[in-house]
């Protein structure tokens, strides 16, 4: 095994640690709207919708990051460029997390000044990180950078999938930039961020999981390097295509030009397009292969990801996304609602099944499968499910009782949180996210004993070729 | 067939994405335009001297904010330089608060406290905070709140008192009148002009 892969081990570990994190945040910040006061002035609500929010980004991206130091090598048949200071990063990084979290959960919040934003809170969604964890963030990156351009420039081969990839990590590096001035005008401030957020989830991180998905195809159903090719250059167009000034739909209500309403409108009524696309290549590619594999739970997590994103990302999107519908949707829990469902079907599904491909390959298994598996993958996906339908539930009552009929006051808003369904949906939530949580746990037993245990074939396989039995 | 060449599909997604980049460039640049302090849709920081109103407007079928009279702010007149200082000392205090992971403003960030972006025109402002502060204005009620919220409360889920200092709070109120004078195409709708019952 490539260097590169076992840093890519090592960066799912902490990928999966955090999405533990995660977890727990979450279940802490929903207990809070089904008890008031839970945990008040010691980790209030802010703190643990902070970290839950923030763990989300981070144990992301380190999956991407591991699953892209996993391909490289064998894309590019070398080792990658740069290792030791990639692993001297990952450290840094981690390192760097730890700190940014135990200031947020002991420290919390400072005076009005720079100083807070330099080392305590940026207080911007998505991008609270302190400026000096920013420019950590931004270190790891360009490092990444390096490595993954330096080894194709000494491989001297660019394949079509590291083409796409490479041009892709600019703006993955460029608009994490935006994470760093402190604008006066509100407008202006939420202006530029949502081009970090929106360009990133819903334009630089979809090419990054396609260019991921692309690559764990080839090995998991051994699908030819042209069809997916092609596929991946189909998606970059649509997705470029129609999220770019799909960006627009976040344009509505921040003081931009009403010009928006309409541009935003219709670009992001198409943006579920790439993602029909990407349903059909990974059921066509299934049904070619006749969903032979030795590798179940990494072609469930790949599906998984193929309807989630399409579902979550495009269907749930589209629902609350024209200006008209969106007049009473935004900022409700039916956003939120969508928001679990597509980052979990967009993203989080793809970096399982890129880890259940890696955990095949260093544990030199035949065959991946088993029963634990499918259990998380039974109750992960019920728990999602049901937080994103309690979830919607919920986010329909405020849309109607606060919004349309309240008029969205503070008196409006306390009957919309305190409506009957609004508080079913919200205690549902919480249900499923214990339902979730059990398939975390099975998820993690999981990935540490899968495939360890060899068949009596294999052994004998082993023995054979002089292995270890 | 050329469909099934991936060079083909490459040419496609090069220029779609430059094509959309090209727009998104002229339409910023429009955007930025309009949104600068002073520009169509955002006023001036001074117009915390002013008083100000979100009505329905018939013509473009959407509420929107109307600025009125004169009404200074804590009894003063800023002036452009002040105004100025006390809107970035009100942002500094919403960042550094974690503000937006509770509330949102222009519906953005986190669902568990109210809206922002109208809350200046709330009338709970005068219907409840005003009688229980027993201040005079509604920014001495709203400042007072800010900084002793533990004290006013008005139902179960309350705000945490984020040791708010005086300065602070009178930037932030500043901040938040300044903010309810912003265009917004409509949104919230209806802010502040039905009568709830509970």
Known sequence: MF????????????????????????????????????????????????????????????????AVYWFVPIELERETVGIRLAEVMFWIFCAAVAVVAAVFIFVQYGPATEMSLWFINQGRKYVEAPRWAAIGITLVVLVFIYNVVGTAIKARRITGIMGVLMVDLIPLFGLYLIAFPSMTNMSEDQYWWWWLVHLWVEATWEILIGCIMALALMQLL????????????????LVLGTGILGLGHHYFWIGTP??????????????PLPLLGMVVHAVYDAGAHRMK????PAFFWVMAEAFGNFIGGGVFGFMMTLPQINLFTHGTQWTVSHGHFAFWGAYACGVLAVIYLALQ????????????????????NIGILGMVGALLVSGIAQAFYERAMGGSTLQAFMEGQTNVWFVQGIVMRLVFGFVFAAGYVVLIYDLLTIGKKRTATEALQARVAGGPA | MYAEDPAFWR?????????????????TVDSIATIRPGGANVPEYTVINKEIRYEFDSESSRYRPVIGADQPLFGRVYSPEQAEKAMRLG????????????????????YYAPDLTKAWLDPAWQQMWMPMTQAATREEAIATFLMYPEKFPTWSRQMPNLKITREEAEALVAYLKWMSAVETNGFPIHFGHIQTNK
């Not at chain 1, 051994?222 to 167009?237: K, N, P």
């Not at chain 1, 594999?293 to 179940?296: A, E």
């Open chain 1, 258 to 271: 009403s010009y928006w309403l309409g541009i935003g409108g219709f670009f992001s009524a198409l943006e």
């Open chain 2, 91 to 110: 942002k500094l205090v919403i960042q550094s608060r974690n503000c937006m992971n509770c509330h949102t403003f222009f519906g953005n960030g986190a």
């Open chain 2, 11 to 27: 040419a496609g997604a090069i220029s779609s994405t430059l094509v959309m980049l090209i727009v998104l460039a002229f339409l």
């Open chain 1, 293 to 296: 594999t030795t590798n179940k």
């Open chain 1, 3 to 66: 260097r590169s892969q076992q840093l890519a081990l090592k960066y799912f570990a902490a990928a999966m640690t955090l999405f533990g994190i995660m977890i727990v945040a979450g279940l802490l910040a929903s207990t809070n709207y089904v008890q008031d006061g839970f945990l008040m002035n010691k980790l209030d609500f802010s703190v643990t919708k902070m970290l839950h929010i923030d763990t989300m980004i981070i144990w992301l991206l380190m999956g991407f990051i591991g």
């Open chain 1, 361 to 380: 390959k260093s544990r030199a298994a035949q065959q991946l499968d088993g029963a634990a598996w499918k259990w998380s993958f039974a109750l992960l």
């Open chain 1, 222 to 237: 051994g699908t030819s390097r042209r069809i997916v090719e092609t596929w991946l250059y189909i998606e970059v167009a």
